[in-house]
């Protein structure tokens, strides 16, 4: 473990490095120096003339060392931070880094590291490299992750207290290209709610701490359309459905298996570690007045009678969509996901850490019974049209008294009816501006769904629908 915590010290000196190499403030500070000797040793320049001259000069060379102070500086607190961290799990790291061994084993590890970075990193990518392997070492091991929530809970002591455990907090779950993604980013909006956003990767177990760490260097970011390819703009400061890698940590085993996800039932220890996440991410938002947290993932259909004992007040929306023109969504973006997938490898790891197997090459289906399958392939209208019966039959058997069903299709066609009713019943105002417009598209269908299958998903539509407007 000591090695690992002297390879993560190597590669963040190595990278702080780089980026003093990369604003040149050593090239600054000598070409400032160089132009000072210059000038004293000119004798036709008057007195008067160089020490003016000279004064601006010294200013120069008084920014940049205290720039270069600054990045010394966090170089320093860093490493005291793995010093504190690593005496909190008995890991006599500053012995370590104080012998000659140490010194040559961090020293190498840095130059290895920007070597690597050098030889392999490519431009015009989302992510760097070291903002690669920064992702890979929170979220690909499940130990480090579950260290990262344990570093959390004992340093920032996020206590739930019942004011958390008993507010109205909002979970937004169904199956994915229902408009769940739209809703969440409608009542992200009003202000009303904390939710994880993209500042909390990769370190999304220790939100607090992570959040402090990060604060002093948080970059602005122009939005742009996330990956879907559906026109919906995405920053720093968008919400995500990122508390999936609690689930997968805690639990994982219970219901990711190798070619499917199943339902599961949290264990008590896990409910309480979930609402203690929860009262995390409550604490260290921007706004501590607010005690309601709004979460879009659409694999808490699998656990939503654990939401519920974690959380009894809480409101869960289901939305669902016309069964054929939401399984011919879910069509084109898988085939768009796999070309992503197969043009971009840290794509698709990047879905595997975060446990978001609704598409690509990462896809694994929801199965809620043991009963064979008539379509399997993943490539065809009638697999996803399949799988949007059985997760909806599933659902209207088996959804919890405080969830409800809801139209996107509905929604949008009626939207000044259905958006008041939707609001009052989760306690905001309705009258606020949403971020996204109002709609729905209707894409062309370029295959035809097998008759049967198409007649019983339309059946249970109405059915929803029904139901939905019975629930208003």
Known sequence: MIYLVAAIVGIFTGEIL????????????????RKSFALIRRYRV?????????????????LNTLHLAFWFGVVVGFVAAAIWVATLFDIQFLHFLLTPFGIIYVTAVAAVYLYLRALLVKPNQ????????LHRFALSNRSIAEASFNIEQLTQKPLPSSK???????????????GTTVLMRWLYSTGAFCSLTYRDMPFVLMPGLWRTMTSLSQQKSVKQERAHGDGLLVDYD???????????????????HSDKLTPM?????????FRAYIAAILKSSAKPEIFRYLSKNNNNILRLPSLCAAFPNAIIIIPFRNPLQQ????????????????????????????AHHEFGSTHKRFRFSENSLTFTDPGTLNYWLELWLETYSWLNENRPQGAFLLSYDLLCEDFGKVWPRVAQKIGIRSDLP?????????RMLHEEADNVLLQKAEQLYVSLRSQMEADF
């Open 18 to 33: 780089r980026r003093i190499v990369r604003m040149r403030i050593h090239s600054r500070m000598a070409a400032t120096a």
């Open 164 to 178: 958390v455990i008993h507010a109205r907090h909002v979970f937004v779950s169904g199956l994915a290209r229902a």
């Open 327 to 354: 399984a011919n969504s879910q069509l084109l973006q898988h085939r768009l996901f796999i070309a992503k997938h197969e043009e971009d490898p840290f794509s698709n790891n990047y879905m595997t850490w975060l």
């Open 238 to 256: 968008s919400p995500e459905a990122l508390e999936e890698v609690f689930w997968k940590v805690f639990e994982g085993e219970h219901y990711i």
């Open 265 to 273: 039932t949290a264990t008590e220890e896990t409910t309480d570690k």
């Open 434 to 442: 949403l971020t996204d417009p109002v709609g729905i598209k209707k």
């Open 46 to 62: 008057s007195d008067h003339w160089k020490e003016r001259v000279l004064l601006q000069y010294s200013c120069r060379m008084f």
């Open 126 to 133: 989302n992510y760097s490299f070291f903002s690669q392997c």
